[in-house]
């Protein structure tokens, strides 16, 4: 998403969850295997899910305020068209596990890029899962390994640890959801955050009502917050994603 911004309502009534004062009364088992199933028990299901967002983007001090519509189809495609404030479409974009298209319309232009453009701008160990989890407040799989530490801290689980390069940290509420990631590529310095606030229920599951993503990756600086008005999930969806033979290709 950090690279389609680079290229190119009515607000219902969330049904916000509060988060306790204290550690919701489960009965964690002190093994770390116990311990990262019930985290992992607490992730939002779906087979396909629809988002609708008014966004603050600021791409390397380029502020904008737009509406966005995201679609998932769960391990296969995200779909996302972000919309100015007139209601005209602007750019669209088709990621998939192998590739990025990226379409803009205010510029007539057209990228089709491997799924590793994308890592340019947040490291190369952001994969499509990661992806997916962030922008469905899951937990992140690969990082729910043994070799992560698992600490609890004011009441609430922290995972932490690293992988090759890469250091990593995840915040746990005291509804045993994820209220922050944290990303950190030690040998180039690239860094991804990842801030959750309030969560509000969706068929009895459990949703971020906002999200806000801060991406450093070198000379690139990408911050955007996302307020969701309206999650869908399974529900089904179209991914329609075609270009105009006028466009041209840009690398």
Known sequence: ?????????????????????????????????????????????????????KAFMDINGNTNNVSMNIR?????????????????EVARALITPDSIKVRNNFQSVYLKKPFSYIQRFAGKQVDFQLLQAIFS????????????SLTEEGGVWVVSGGQQDLSFRMLF??????????????????????QYGEYQRVNDLLFPSTVKVSSAAGRQKIMMDLDFSKVE???????PFTVPKKYEVIN
Do not use: H, Y
């Open 173 to 194: 509420n005291t509804l045993l959801k994820i209220s922050e990631d944290n990303l950190n590529d030690l040998r180039t310095g690239n860094a991804l955050k990842v």
């Open 233 to 239: 999930r399974n529900v089904p969806l179209e991914f």
């Open 137 to 148: 407040g899951n937990t992140i799989a690969t990082f729910m390994q043994d070799s992560a």
């Open 72 to 88: 998932m189809e769960k391990d296969q495609k995200i779909w996302v068209s972000i919309t100015a404030i007139a209601g005209i």
């Open 1 to 53: 998403m950090a690279a389609m911004c680079v290229v190119f309502a009515c607000k219902t009534k969330k049904a916000i969850v509060a988060v306790p004062k204290t550690p919701a009364a489960v009965a964690v088992d002190a093994r770390k295997a116990e311990t990262f199933k019930l985290l992992r028990n607490n992730d939002f299901i779906f087979n396909t899910l629809s988002l609708r967002a």
